[in-house]
Each structure stands twice: as structure tokens, then as C-alpha cells.
């Protein structure tokens, strides 16, 4: 149990990492594209930037976290407020991409329990 906890845990953090990685860069060239655009657009770009690079850190520090048992929590508060940002997220503008990035936050919580409820 606490390997498969542990491998869901790398998992999920990896996809982390290469989906914050891809929205970073996209973030950055919209961001060259909007030199005369709407204060709106301009201020969405620069949120989703923000977020990509949170996604990015989360990842990373998931990764160095997954094999520690008594980090379970980091993973359960983490996906927890990852899916509720996600979640308006998808309220404000639905999209595929959106149920992914929902799932993903969703795993890091079943991950942090399976991680707490394993044994040594």
C-alpha cells in the first residue's frame, strides 16, 4: 500500500510538473501577444501564469515530498485547495483541459490519504 501511495504520489507530481511546464510557456507568448489588449485579457494571462507556476512548484515539491509518510498532510490541503480553485476555474470557462486539471488535485488527495493510512 505505501508504495502504490508512493508511486500515485510521483505520478500525479511529475503530470504536474509537464502540464506547468506546457501552461508556462503558452501563459508567456500570450502574454508577448497582448501588447494592445484589453486590461481583462492582459490580467487573465498573468493569473494563469501565476497559477502555472504554482502548478510547477507544487510538483516539484510533491515529488520531494511523496515518499516522507508524515507529509500526507501537505498532499490532502494541497489537493484540497487545488480542486477548489480548479473548480471555479471550470465554473468561469468549462473545458476538457479543465476536468484534467481537476482530476489532478483530486489524486493528490486520494495519494495523501493512501500515504497517511499506509504502514511502514
Known sequence: M?????MLLKVVSVIFIIFG???TIISIIE???L???STGWVI????LLLASVIE???GFIGLKKSDDRSE???FIVTGAVLSVLTLISMIIGFSAWGLIAFALPVLYIVGGYM???SET
Open 72 to 74: 500526507a498532510s501537505f
Open 35 to 37: 501588447a494592445g489588449a
Open 21 to 23: 511546464a506546457i501552461a
Open 31 to 33: 502574454l508577448t501577444k
Open 44 to 47: 487573465a494571462s498573468i493569473i
Open 2 to 6: 505505501h508504495d502504490s501511495s508512493k
Open 115 to 117: 500515504l497517511r493510512n
Open 56 to 58: 510547477l512548484i507544487v
